[in-house]
């Protein structure tokens, strides 16, 4: 590993220990009752007995340094903490909600990524043309819509006027689906979350793809080809898409995390049971440790894509290897 990673990976691990610093701290150092942030419960309704015992489970009786060296000893075995809202262990309830939140993120993350792409690739190989215009403004204004405007105009669309899909949750209550019949019914569920989660993706993939093959067709290996013979086709699949995939992978990359961010307010629109609802619902039942540990979750979904980023970078373009 060189200096300049062994660098950028001590920033990294410096701004995770932040995060988890203030994740620790503001709760116990807002003003009013600490038991009332860290335990989520209603304390004027509980007896001093009551108050005694979640005092003790949460540790506020003891220094702050030793409830902090308790804390990222609990974080370091996967230990979240408790929800006294819901009665159970916050890691049972990540562990719940994280495969739907994931199956968004992936799912938009690649149709996303094969639509961008391919729409950015024909746009700058059509420059200048009334089509490449005309994909250009409509991603910039694709780009300024509001997610929710988008998950609201495909429920009134496809769920209450068709009726093709589901508007809400990711699957059928009390439905006994199993095998094939289970698939179909998680997809149709999924459908409307996954597309608006695509849409709001696509336009940064495309103009990134866009304005880095315009770069690539004023290189020398372009004229190159074209001098040797290889017909337009052969220039654009073997030379041009191949040379201008780095950038697009790298905000690929961080598009992943910040897809964590953006199903907050999509999974609250679809009522679909993933982290981003989970946080929504945290919020409007004061469940503060929920809260917690959902934030700091996507904390480290954002730290994790910018590292997979600067990973994937210098690998993809040898040039970056050198600066």
Same mark, same amino acid.
């Given at each position: 590993?060189?200096?300049?990673? +062994?660098?950028?990976?001590?920033?990294?691990?410096?701004?995770?220990?932040?995060?988890?610093?203030? &994740?620790?701290?503001?709760?116990?150092?807002?003003?009013?009752?600490?038991?009332?942030?860290?335990?989520?419960?209603?304390?004027?309704?509980?007896?001093?007995?009551?108050?005694?015992?979640?005092?003790?489970?949460?540790?506020?009786?003891?220094?702050?340094?030793?409830?902090?060296?308790?804390?990222?000893?609990?974080?370091?075995?996967?230990?979240?903490?408790?929800?006294?809202?819901? &009665?159970?262990?916050?890691?049972?309830?990540?562990?719940?909600?994280?495969?739907?939140?994931? /199956?968004?993120?992936?799912?938009? /993350?690649?149709? +996303?990524? /094969?639509?961008?792409?391919?729409?950015?690739?024909?746009?700058?190989?059509?420059?200048?043309?009334?089509?490449?215009?005309?994909?250009?403004?409509?991603?910039?204004?694709?780009?300024?819509?509001?997610?929710?405007?988008?998950?609201?105009?495909?429920?009134?669309?496809?769920?209450?006027?068709?009726?093709?899909?589901?508007?809400?949750?990711?699957?059928?209550?009390?439905?006994?689906?199993?095998? +094939?019949?289970?698939?179909?019914?998680?997809?149709?569920?999924?459908?409307?979350?996954?597309?608006?989660?695509?849409?709001?993706?696509?336009?940064?993939?495309?103009?990134?793809?866009?304005?880095?093959?315009?770069?690539?067709?004023?290189?020398?290996?372009?004229?190159?080809?074209?001098?040797?013979?290889?017909?337009?086709?052969?220039?654009?699949?073997?030379?041009?898409?191949?040379?201008?995939?780095?950038?697009?992978?790298?905000?690929?990359?961080?598009?992943?995390?910040?897809?964590?961010?953006?199903?907050?307010?999509?999974?609250?629109?679809?009522?679909?049971?993933?982290?981003?609802?989970?946080?929504?619902?945290?919020?409007?039942?004061?469940?503060?440790?929920?809260?917690?540990?959902?934030?700091?979750?996507?904390?480290?979904?954002?730290?994790?894509? &910018?590292?997979?980023?600067?990973?994937?970078?210098?690998?993809?373009?040898?040039?970056?290897?050198?600066?």
């Amino acid at each position: 590993m060189s200096t300049r990673q +062994s660098n950028t990976l001590l920033q990294y691990i410096g701004v995770l220990f932040i995060a988890i610093t203030l &994740n620790f701290l503001l709760p116990r150092l807002m003003p009013g009752n600490p038991l009332v942030l860290l335990a989520g419960v209603d304390v004027g309704l509980m007896t001093e007995e009551e108050r005694q015992v979640v005092i003790e489970a949460a540790g506020l009786d003891r220094p702050l340094h030793v409830q902090y060296v308790d804390y990222l000893t609990g974080l370091a075995q996967g230990d979240f903490g408790y929800s006294y809202r819901q &009665n159970r262990p916050i890691g049972d309830i990540i562990m719940e909600r994280l495969p739907w939140t994931l /199956l968004l993120a992936f799912s938009s /993350l690649v149709i +996303s990524a /094969l639509v961008g792409i391919l729409l950015g690739a024909f746009s700058a190989w059509r420059r200048g043309s009334k089509l490449d215009l005309g994909l250009l403004n409509a991603m910039i204004a694709t780009d300024s819509l509001p997610s929710f405007w988008i998950g609201m105009l495909f429920i009134a669309i496809f769920a209450v006027q068709l009726r093709w899909l589901p508007s809400q949750g990711a699957v059928t209550p009390a439905a006994r689906f199993t095998g +094939s019949e289970q698939v179909v019914d998680v997809v149709r569920h999924a459908i409307m979350p996954i597309a608006t989660l695509s849409i709001l993706s696509v336009p940064r993939i495309y103009l990134t793809m866009r304005y880095t093959m315009i770069g690539v067709l004023g290189e020398d290996f372009i004229r190159t080809a074209r001098a040797k013979g290889v017909n337009e086709r052969g220039i654009l699949l073997r030379h041009m898409i191949p040379n201008a995939l780095c950038p697009v992978v790298t905000v690929l990359a961080l598009r992943f995390g910040f897809a964590f961010g953006g199903t907050v307010v999509i999974e609250t629109v679809f009522s679909y049971p993933g982290l981003g609802r989970l946080i929504f619902e945290a919020v409007s039942g004061r469940d503060y440790p929920v809260m917690q540990a959902a934030f700091l979750l996507f904390t480290i979904a954002v730290l994790f894509s &910018n590292i997979l980023a600067d990973w994937l970078y210098p690998r993809l373009d040898p040039r970056a290897r050198h600066h």
